[in-house]
């Protein structure tokens, strides 16, 4: 991994254009980095691959800088998204940057009728999403969508796409977690039966969904049932298991 720095940026990119740095990444290259002209960036915006640049006039405010050759093609993003419960805030942020981290195409919070944290800044979400695909190298930056009770998410969702619903709770009433009887296939065997396609993994709120949510949910022709295992799992720890055994069995792990 190279140790120059790597910006996501708006601006098309070609090379031998000059673009304009303002705002947060230009306090952070000449202030925080404090780097000047015939330092070297590099750069990315998800469209144009990356690049290689050459700060031309690092200012107060806004850093110019001068491109060179495409460093890397634009690489296709595994097309599956992450649905979950918003959690504490630290604990929504990790699982937004652990999201990036492994791959996602899309992250969509949902409320539920048992979400704790319903109050969702998409902005700043958006922010560390930037910073984590900068951080890992990844060539473009999963947008974050508004947060949408999760009846409206179902209400209009695309038919051709697989909802993998993690699911930790059986069917025994009045057991713990609703005793064995009912649990579903493990998302690792669930995985291998599927096929190749649209995909999106959906990961409820500490306490789990509701009945009426559960019922829901395994009633939809879309809906894959699927668990995580013999634990309870932590809500983002849940997250970062789903994705990681998608990403091996579905994604782009496998041509790694």
């Given at each position: 991994m190279s140790a120059t720095p790597r910006l996501h940026v708006a601006p098309d990119l070609a090379a031998g254009a000059t673009i304009s740095i303002d705002g947060?990444?230009?306090?952070?290259?000449?202030?925080?980095?404090?780097?000047?002209?015939?330092?070297?960036?590099?750069?990315?915006?998800?469209?144009?691959?990356?690049?290689?640049?050459?700060?031309?006039?690092?200012?107060?405010?806004?850093?110019?800088?001068?491109?060179?050759?495409?460093?890397?093609?634009?690489?296709?993003?595994?097309?599956?998204?992450?649905?979950?419960?918003?959690?504490?805030?630290?604990?929504?942020?990790?699982?937004?940057?652990?999201?990036?981290?492994?791959?996602?195409?899309?992250?969509?919070?949902?409320?539920t009728e048992r979400t704790n944290a319903e109050n969702v800044r998409v902005d700043r979400l958006g922010r560390l999403a930037v910073e984590a695909a900068e951080q890992t190298e990844r060539l473009d930056v999963p947008p974050v969508r508004e947060a949408q009770r999760l009846s409206a998410v179902l209400g209009e969702w695309p038919q051709e796409r697989v909802l993998i619903f993690a699911d930790e709770a059986g069917d025994e009433t009045g057991r713990p977690w609703g005793g064995e009887v009912g649990r579903a296939k493990p998302l690792a065997d669930a995985l291998i039966e599927m096929a190749d396609g649209p995909a999106a993994i959906l990961i409820g709120p500490e306490g789990g969904f509701s009945p009426a949510e559960r019922s829901r949910l395994r009633a939809l022709p879309f809906v894959r049932t699927v668990g995580l295992g013999p634990r309870i799992?932590?809500?983002?720890?849940?997250?970062?298991?789903?994705?990681?055994?998608?990403?091996?069995?579905?994604?782009?792990?496998?041509s790694v």
């Open positions: 947060d990444q230009a306090h952070y290259l000449s202030r925080v980095m404090r780097l000047g002209a015939g330092d070297a960036v590099r750069v990315f915006n998800g469209r144009d691959g990356e690049f290689a640049a050459e700060i031309v006039e690092a200012g107060k405010s806004v850093v110019r800088i001068a491109l060179g050759g495409r460093t890397r093609e634009q690489a296709t993003t595994p097309d599956v998204w992450l649905l979950f419960a918003p959690l504490k805030k630290d604990r929504t942020d990790f699982v937004v940057e652990k999201a990036v981290e492994l791959g996602v195409a899309e992250i969509r919070p949902v409320l799992l932590r809500a983002e720890t849940a997250a970062v298991a789903a994705l990681a055994l998608w990403q091996a069995a579905r994604g782009d792990w496998r």
